[in-house]
C-alpha cells in the first residue's frame, strides 16, 4: 500500500519568515498526526484530527502554529513566524479510528531555521 | 504528566550477543506500551506493542507494571538490528497520542 506522504522533504527558511508542510494520508485513515522531533529528541505531539475536526491541540503552539485538514484527507502545518527552535524534522502519522490498527508514519519534512 | 525515559543514548553491542534497551515510564493509569524503530534512512515504524505479546524479528518487551518497566529484549543481536530505538506510550484511551523517550542508538558490530 502507499505510505503516508510528506513535503517538501527538506525546508531552510530564515527566521520570522513563514513555513508550511504538507501531509497526504494512507488512504482511508481518518485519524492524522502532526509529531515534531527536535535532533536528539523523541517525537513530540503537536496535533491530531479525526476526520477534519481537531481531537487535541493541547500541545500546539498557536501563537505561531496552525493546522488545518479541511476536506478529512490531506493536512497542512504552517508555521508563522518562525523561531530558530522550530528547526526539526515535522512527522506526519496517520490511522484508521481504532488504536488496534498500527500507526503509519511519513519520511517527515527537516526544517533548517537560520 | 506521563514520561517515558531511555536511560541509554547509545548503546553498542557485539554481533550474537545478547540485547536489552531499557524503558521505564510514568503514568497514572494503564498506558499501552510500544517499541518503534528507525532504521537508517526509512520512517518511524512499529516494532512491537505489549498487548500483542509477540515477538518481532527476535525482540520481545514485557511490561512490568510493578517496576514500570518495558525493556527491549533479543537473546542473539545481528548487524541488521543496528537502528535507532524509540519507548514510547499512549493513555488507555482509543488514540495514537503518543509520548515517545529520547531514544537508543544500538550498534552492533560485526
Known amino acids: 500500500e502507499a505510505g503516508v506522504a510528506q513535503s517538501p522533504r527538506y525546508k531552510i527558511i530564515e527566521k520570522r519568515q513563514s513555513v508550511a508542510f504538507w501531509c497526504n494520508p494512507i488512504?482511508?485513515?481518518?485519524?492524522l498526526y502532526w509529531y515534531q522531533q527536535i535532533l536528539g529528541q523523541g517525537p513530540k505531539l503537536l496535533i491530531q484530527?479525526?476526520?477534519?475536526?481537531?481531537?487535541?491541540d493541547s500541545q500546539l503552539p498557536k501563537d505561531r502554529f496552525s493546522a488545518e485538514r479541511l476536506k478529512g484527507v490531506d493536512s497542512t502545518l504552517k508555521i508563522q513566524p518562525a523561531k530558530l527552535e522550530d528547526s526539526a524534522v515535522y512527522l506526519c502519522?496517520?490511522?484508521?479510528?481504532?488504536?488496534?490498527?498500527?500507526?503509519?508514519f511519513g519520511s517527515g519534512t527537516q526544517l533548517s531555521v537560520l | 504528566a506521563q514520561r517515558v525515559t531511555q536511560p541509554e543514548k547509545l548503546l553498542s553491542v557485539f554481533k550474537g550477543a545478547p540485547v536489552e534497551l531499557k524503558c521505564n515510564y510514568s503514568?497514572?493509569?494503564?498506558?499501552?506500551l510500544f517499541w518503534y524503530v528507525q532504521y537508517s534512512r526509512q520512517r518511524l515504524q512499529l516494532l512491537l506493542r505489549?498487548?500483542s505479546r509477540e515477538s518481532i524479528k527476535g525482540f520481545t518487551a514485557d511490561l512490568n507494571k510493578g517496576e514500570t518497566s518495558f525493556h527491549l529484549k533479543k537473546p542473539f543481536a545481528q548487524e541488521e538490528d543496528s537502528a535507532m530505538y524509540y519507548c514510547?506510550?499512549?493513555?488507555?484511551?482509543?488514540?495514537?497520542?503518543?509520548?515517545f523517550g529520547k531514544g537508543t542508538k544500538l550498534s552492533v558490530i560485526p
Open positions: 502519522a496517520s490511522s484508521f479510528v481504532t488504536r488496534e490498527e498500527k500507526l503509519f
Open positions: 488512504s482511508g485513515h481518518a485519524t
Open positions: 484530527f479525526q476526520n477534519n475536526g481537531v481531537v487535541d
Open positions: 503514568y497514572s493509569g494503564s498506558p499501552e
Open positions: 505489549h498487548i
Open positions: 514510547a506510550l499512549t493513555p488507555g484511551a482509543g488514540s495514537y497520542q503518543l509520548t
